[in-house]
T-cell receptor
Framework: DVKVTQSSRYLVKRTGEKVFLECVQD?????MFWYRQDPGLGLRLIYF???????EKGDIPEGYSVSREKKERFSLILESASTNQTSMYLC?????????????FGPGTRLLVL | SQQGEEDPQALSIQEGENATMNCSYK?????LQWYRQNSGRGLVHLIL?????REKHSGRLRVTLDTSKKSSSLLITASRAADTASYFC????????????FGPGTRLSVLP
């Protein structure tokens, strides 16, 4: 079974703090994604990566950065957390090149910024 | 940008009834996928339908795709309380790209 794990299920941070969210997948997937999910807005893509050290901006990259130093690990960084970044963060991974990639999701990290 | 838009936003039915959810999208696609999310959890892939397919089945799930109307529907037959979840459609925007666009989802409640 594909397993995508996220470092924390719940996280509480203060405004201005630097926040690291980590995601690890064990299926040798090329692609990895970070989404945020807010009520009524569905999933919005923040960043994705199709290879080690490669990254592409999604729909809402402002205020976020990412790092992919190893194929299995994709980190989302909030440089200076703000209250409007309170959200559910979902990581996903998929194979590349088939044209029918299924995304496998982690359990999510619910972040509260005070 | 919201490519997929599910309809209705919320649906409440009795156990044993069928549940139908719809998804509309704006641009051409190569395939469309449906995912399920149990409360507070990650999404789980349910089914993929290609743009040249009109209907696909998987167990109690039936998905249809009408590319002329840019719409898809997900039918869950003989629903169970365990089907209570949010359901999302995801489209690939026609570029065989690695990233999909997810709609806001339909929240399904199946009452025992």
């Amino acid at each position: 079974d594909v397993k995508v794990t996220q470092s924390s299920r719940y996280l509480v941070k203060r405004t201005g703090e630097k926040v690291f969210l980590e995601c690890v997948q064990d299926m040798d997937h090329e692609n990895m994604f970070w989404y945020r999910q807010d009520p009524g807005l569905g999933l919005r893509l923040i960043y994705f990566s199709y290879d080690v050290k490669m990254k592409e901006k999604g729909d809402i990259p402002e205020g976020y950065s990412v790092s992919r130093e190893k194929k299995e690990r994709f980190s989302l960084i909030l440089e200076s957390a703000s209250t409007n970044q309170t959200s559910m963060y979902l990581c996903a991974s998929s194979f590349s090149g088939t044209g029918e990639e299924t995304q496998y999701f982690g359990p999510g990290t619910r972040l509260l910024v005070l | 940008s919201q490519q997929g838009e599910e309809d209705p936003q919320a649906l409440s039915i009795q156990e044993g009834e069928n549940a139908t959810m719809n998804c509309s999208y704006k641009t051409s696609i190569n395939n469309l996928q449906w995912y399920r999310q149990n409360s507070g959890r990650g999404l789980v892939h349910l089914i993929l339908i290609r743009s040249n397919e009109r209907e696909k089945h998987s167990g109690r799930l039936r998905v249809t795709l009408d590319t002329s109307k840019k719409s898809s529907s997900l039918l869950i037959t003989a629903s169970r309380a365990a089907d209570t979840a949010s359901y999302f459609c995801a489209t690939d925007q026609g570029n065989y790209g690695q990233n999909f666009v997810f709609g806001p989802g339909t929240r399904l409640s199946v009452l025992p």
